[in-house]
């Protein structure tokens, strides 16, 4: 099997990297592509519902719960003290598609857009420190850089960017 295109989304919190994904995967879609993506949480998350028979399941003790249905199904696994799968790992869990968009994940050696927003927790570049930050895409003008600039909204021309920069025919 050959290895999956990747393409990756960094930069700080409130940066815009979710709303660009989200546009990214539709774009992405629209054109016929099978879209996957990963997204890295720095925080306690939990997709389950309090009270849930999953919920339940994981709290009994499973150290992994399938849930189906007709529509979709998901796995949740409890590392339970383990430590966090790497990237790869992860990424080998996926099956196979065009193209794998992943979010956060800002030390991974994987060719990137690092998303910019006036709003944002930080507004320290990560581009100059990052030699897999192949372009920005801002809300705003950006200056003293050699990659390139995007406006954050113009998802079209991202997408055209991504699919030249990973080989997505």
Known sequence: MTAP????IAGWKNSGKT???????????????AISTIK????DFDIDKVGADSYRHRQAGAHEVAIVSGTRYAIMHEL???????????LARL?????????????????????????SARRDPLAPTDPHIVAIAADHPVEDTDLPVFDLNDT???????????GLP
């Open 5 to 8: 295109r990747i393409f990756g």
């Open 95 to 119: 099956a196979p598609c065009d193209l794998v968009l992943i979010e956060g994940y800002k030390r991974e050696p994987v060719p990137k857009i690092e998303a910019r927003r006036l709003e």
């Open 19 to 33: 709303g660009l994904a989200v546009r990214l995967v539709e774009e992405f879609t629209r054109r016929g592509y």
């Open 80 to 90: 339970r003290g383990a430590p966090e799968p790497t990237f790869h790992e992860i």
């Open 156 to 166: 079209a021309v991202i997408a055209d960017f991504i699919a030249k920069v990973t």
């Open 40 to 43: 890295h949480a720095h925080h």
